[in-house]
């Protein structure tokens, strides 16, 4: 499992080998962790509060000085859509031996129309665009407004996919969903 943290305007929060020189007190160029299950156990909330303590924060008061950082996690359930063959721990051995998955490289279309390989560790979270993490990052803030304004699971989907204005849904949604709820 890899737990990276993204920004809007740097893509992934890292720093360029200069920034490290000069900050001889950070440890980590990068602020992303790969855990293995077999090595290093579940990946907890205790290790995302590290990560984010000693490897995100600091980076980020180098790349933003003066500025203060809204950290945002997700806890989508797309982490339940997986292809047939994806790590996942329930399918995999407890103890050494057997048929245990392996991580595969991905592939993509690039836009020659040429098929690339995609390696599935380090590398691809470097080639994540910054406008596609813009995009994540807008998407992301709807969906606290709404649960901001009480709406809860699918409504909360609904709403975030049918109000397209910029950042926010409308300050009347609660009246809006109650009459459709009428209906």
Known sequence: MISAFLCPCHGLLRLSNEQLQENPHIKNKEAFVICSIQTDGYWKSKHMLDQLVHQA???????????????????????????????????MNLSPGGAQPKMRDGWY?????????????????????????????????????????????????????????????????????DQLDNT
């Open 109 to 177: 279309i690039d836009k020659n129309g040429e098929k690339q390989t995609q390696l599935m560790v380090l590398e691809v979270l470097i080639s994540v665009s910054v406008t596609t993490i813009r995009k994540f990052a807008r998407k992301s803030w709807k969906y606290m407004d709404a649960y901001n304004k009480g709406l809860e699971g699918r409504t909360a989907e609904w709403a975030v996919n049918k109000y397209k204005s910029h950042r926010r849904l409308p300050e009347n949604i609660e009246r809006i969903m």
């Open 57 to 91: 924060i600091p980076i980020f008061e180098i790349l933003h000085p003066g500025c203060v950082g809204v950290f945002c996690f997700d806890q989508s359930t797309n982490h339940n859509a997986m292809a047939a063959d994806a790590l996942i721990a329930t399918r």
